[in-house]
């Protein structure tokens, strides 16, 4: 079965650059997306399209992709960006979701 | 906005059947422009994708519970249902319903989710 693989925990300091990883096969010719997701809340879409924001989406997270591995970039972490973060990729037919990314504000 | 919510029993017996509805309000579920899906997390694990229904009654299943899973829709009651069979403990998790874009592949509204525990 296709899997996504993501660190499971990235610690970054308030207004540094925290940068998580997703990796699949393949992964260069599927479209991924993010969600970030806050203890006791559903999954709120952070980034689609490999790189395009929502609105209302702040402009310091910003997503990236090279060959088969995807990179959710945050910069000038905020403490509010204390979250599970999970990258996503599929087809018209099935979807695949990374095993998650605890990022930590110290 | 389009906006689901989840609805069912939040405690299930062992071996029995686990049975949850979306009702989805702000649009219309004959779109086709979208999947219609349920995802689930396990108490302190991460998403699994169960499975996705098109408007006109096409599924798809995660291969690894696709034994035990039935997904329907109902569009005259704009809702769409989950039924996994045969539930052990392993099944217990917050259960949620979403939206997937098919153009971009991406779930961009989700329910507020449902826990569910398979307990005797």
């Known amino acids: 079965s296709y899997e996504l693989t993501q660190p499971p925990s990235v610690s970054v300091s308030p207004g540094q650059t925290a940068s998580i990883t997703c990796s699949g096969e393949?992964?260069?010719?599927?479209?991924v997306c993010w969600y970030q997701q806050k203890p006791g809340q559903s999954p709120v879409l952070v980034i689609y399209?490999?790189?395009r924001r929502p609105s209302g989406i702040p402009e310091r997270l910003s997503g990236s992709k090279s060959g088969n591995t995807a990179t959710l970039t945050i910069s000038g972490t905020q403490a509010m960006d204390e979250a599970e973060y999970y990258c996503?990729?599929?087809?018209?037919?099935?979807?695949?979701f990374g095993s998650g990314t605890k990022v930590t504000v110290l | 906005q389009l906006q689901l919510q989840e609805s069912g029993p939040g405690l299930v017996k062992p071996s029995e059947t686990l049975s949850l509805t979306c009702t989805v309000s702000?649009?219309?579920?004959?779109?086709?422009?979208?999947?219609w899906g349920w995802i689930r997390q396990p108490p302190g694990k991460g998403l699994e994708w169960i499975g996705s229904?098109?408007?006109?009654?096409?599924?798809y299943y995660n291969p690894s519970l696709e034994s035990r899973v039935t997904i329907s829709v109902d569009t005259s009651k704009n809702q769409f249902s989950l039924k996994l069979s045969s539930v052990t403990a392993a099944d217990t998790a917050v259960y949620y319903c979403?939206?997937?874009?098919?153009?971009?592949?991406?779930?961009?509204?989700w329910g507020q989710g449902t826990l569910v525990t398979v307990s005797s």
């Open positions: 996503q990729a599929g087809d018209t037919s099935t979807a695949v």
């Open positions: 393949n992964l260069g010719d599927k479209y």
């Open positions: 979403a939206i997937y874009r098919l153009s971009s592949r991406y779930f961009n509204f």
């Open positions: 229904i098109y408007y006109s009654g096409t599924t």
């Open positions: 702000g649009g219309s579920i004959s779109s086709s422009s979208y999947n």
């Open positions: 399209q490999d790189s």
